[in-house]
C-alpha cells in the first residue's frame, strides 16, 4: 500500500512536506519516486529515492527547492517543497518500483501507485 499525505493550499512562496507511507514495501529496499500532473498536463517525474540512499531530481524548476528524505524506521519518504511557485501545482503521487531496480523517471517502469494528494499554490 502507497500512502500519499500533506498536500494542501498555500500561497506562492510557501512551504510544504508531503509524505509517502508504504506498507508491504520497505523504502530502504524498493526505489520511490514522487511524480506530479497537472491539469491538462503529463505526468512527470519530480524526485527519485533510490533504494542505495541516491537521489535524483528530474525537472530542473525544482532544483534548490524540492528535496527528498526518506524515514527508515516510519518507512515513509518525503517531498519538501519550499518557494512554492503557481507552477508546482499538480496532484502529487508516489510511485514504488520492486526491489533492486534504481531511479528512473518513466511512468511504467513503477509497479505500485498512490493515489496522489493534492498541492495547490496561489494567492
Known amino acids: 500500500q502507497v500512502v500519499e499525505s500533506g498536500g494542501g493550499l498555500v500561497e506562492p512562496g510557501g512551504s510544504l512536506r508531503l509524505s509517502c507511507a508504504v506498507s508491504?514495501?520497505?523504502?530502504?529496499?524498493?526505489?520511490i519516486t514522487w511524480f506530479r500532473q497537472a491539469p491538462g498536463k503529463e505526468r512527470q517525474a519530480v524526485y527519485c529515492m533510490a533504494s542505495s540512499g541516491i537521489t535524483t531530481y528530474y525537472p530542473n524548476s525544482v532544483k534548490d527547492r524540492f528535496t527528498i528524505a526518506r524515514d527508515n524506521a516510519k518507512n515513509t519518504v518525503y517531498l519538501q517543497m519550499t518557494s512554492l511557485k503557481p507552477e508546482d501545482t499538480a496532484n502529487y503521487y508516489c510511485?514504488?518500483?520492486?526491489?533492486?531496480?534504481?531511479?528512473?523517471?518513466?511512468?511504467?517502469?513503477?509497479?505500485?501507485w498512490g493515489q496522489g494528494t493534492q498541492v495547490t499554490v496561489s494567492s
Open positions: 508491504g514495501f520497505t523504502v530502504d529496499h524498493n526505489t
Open positions: 510511485a514504488v518500483r520492486n526491489v533492486g531496480m534504481g531511479c528512473s523517471p518513466v511512468i511504467s517502469a513503477y509497479e505500485y
